[in-house]
């Protein structure tokens, strides 16, 4: 079975929101339906990495609606929620003494990615598996560094940013 970070971005662009952390613009319908798609196959085939401190969950908690409605993301956020077994892995994410993520990479040219994001890099790293986001440019932004430390990035609504947002 396929193993899957996904940064939050994924199933609020799925819920045709907009991305808190880019918050002026509506996804395109092309990307909310590759979202759509893509947590609809994560849901029937994959299994969604968290990590046991509970870091993302929370972050799902604060953009998500736990009762699984009214959209595809929240669905996503009710089965880590119901933390069905086939679906959900839990893993260590270990921190360092000053609260960063020990699997973060400490690269300069990570100074100033997105710390919220940080958890889901260092989760990607650590299990050897690429991070899915949508709409989120520090992902694009910062693909090459990231990539050059391990972090492989899965853009679910392709690589070129034009495409990302309703015009």
């Known amino acids: 079975m396929k193993r899957f970070v996904v940064d939050t971005n994924v199933p609020i662009v ?26 609809i196959a994560v849901l029937e085939s994959g299994r969604i990495v968290l990590d046991v401190g509970g870091d993302i969950q929370a972050e799902y908690r604060r953009h998500l609606e736990p009762r699984g409605q009214p959209g595809v993301g929240d669905r ?16 260590d994410l270990p ?3 000053d609260g960063t993520y020990a699997d973060f990479p400490s690269d300069p040219a990570l100074d100033r990615f997105d710390r919220a994001d940080r958890k889901f890099a260092a989760l990607a790293r650590r299990e050897r598996i690429p991070v899915s986001s949508a709409t989120d440019s520090d992902w694009h932004d910062f693909h090459v ?21 309703a015009k």
């Open 14 to 39: 799925a819920n045709g929101r907009r991305d808190p952390s880019r918050g002026t613009r509506d996804p395109s319908l092309p990307c909310r339906l590759a979202a759509i798609d893509f947590l």
């Open 76 to 91: 996503f956020y009710l089965e880590v929620l119901n933390s069905a077994p086939r679906r959900i892995e839990r893993v």
């Open 95 to 97: 921190k360092r003494p």
């Open 145 to 165: 560094p990231l990539k050059a430390n391990g972090v492989d990035v899965n853009f679910v609504c392709g690589t070129s940013t034009k495409e990302w947002f």
